[in-house]
T-cell receptor
Framework: GQNIDQPTEMTATEGAIVQINCTYQTSGFNGLFWYQQHAGEAPTFLSYNVLDGLEEKGRFSSFLSRSKGYSYLLLKELQMKDSASYLCAVGGEDSNYQLIWGAGTKLIIKP | DAGVIQSPRHEVTEMGQEVTLRCKPISGHDYLFWYRQTMMRGLELLIYFNNNVPIDDSGMPEDRFSAKMPNASFSTLKIQPSEPRDSAVYFC?????????????FGPGTRLTVL
């Protein structure tokens, strides 16, 4: 079957670094997305990885290892506004244009 | 572009009533997706369209749900009759290319409460 696992909730301190992990098992692979969703709002795109390695974008970085079925989102210099849910989503079979979504990780930032 | 537009933003209705949710995708996007999000089940894909044609509706819960896309700039999701278990946030999203390898842009969502 197809499955995406990520921790339900994490807590971190303002100014610190946090890593949110995502492991996946899918039929085929067409890229991995990270989305941010603030409470009561829509998911918004953060990053996309299709090749192995690290993609850096400001305070946020995303890593992918296709052989291990593993990704992480790294958030540096945490700010209170980073409190949100972070959704991992994987593009599945090439012929089926669907994203397979993880349940999301709720990140709580404490002062 | 204004982004994906959804209406209404909030809907409260009574069990048995018909509910119609509306979506206007980003101009030029060929793919449109309808999702439902709840605390228990997370984000679920209900149906998606490519160039106004429904491609996969396997996520539609049951016959009470139907979706249409009469043209490239408008889609509806209808629930008839509605039930309390349909209470959720319904998102519409669009993408330029296939959803599996292209960024999806979400509308603000419709929060549906069925009493």
């Amino acid at each position: 079957g197809q499955n995406i696992d990520q921790p339900t909730e994490m807590t971190a301190t303002e100014g610190a670094i946090v890593q949110i992990n995502c492991t996946y098992q899918t039929s085929g692979f067409n890229g991995l997305f990270w989305y941010q969703q603030h409470a009561g709002e829509a998911p918004t795109f953060l990053s996309y990885n299709v090749l192995d390695g690290l993609e850096e974008k400001g305070r946020f970085s995303s890593f992918l290892s296709r052989s291990k079925g593993y990704s992480y989102l790294l958030l540096k210099e945490l700010q209170m506004k980073d409190s949100a849910s972070y959704l991992c989503a994987v593009g599945g079979e090439d012929s089926n244009y669907q994203l397979i979504w993880g349940a999301g990780t709720k990140l709580i930032i404490k002062p | 572009d204004a982004g994906v537009i959804q209406s209404p933003r909030h809907e409260v209705t009574e069990m048995g009533q018909e509910v119609t949710l509306r979506c206007k995708p980003i101009s030029g996007h060929d793919y449109l997706f309808w999702y439902r999000q709840t605390m228990m089940r997370g984000l679920e894909l209900l149906i998606y369209f490519n160039n106004n044609v429904p491609i996969d509706d396997s996520g539609m819960p049951e016959d009470r749900f139907s979706a249409k896309m009469p043209n490239a700039s408008f889609s509806t999701l209808k629930i008839q009759p509605s039930e309390p278990r349909d209470s959720a946030v319904y998102f519409c999203a669009s993408s330029l290319y296939s959803g599996g390898g292209d960024t999806q842009y979400f509308g603000p969502g419709t929060r549906l409460t069925v009493l």
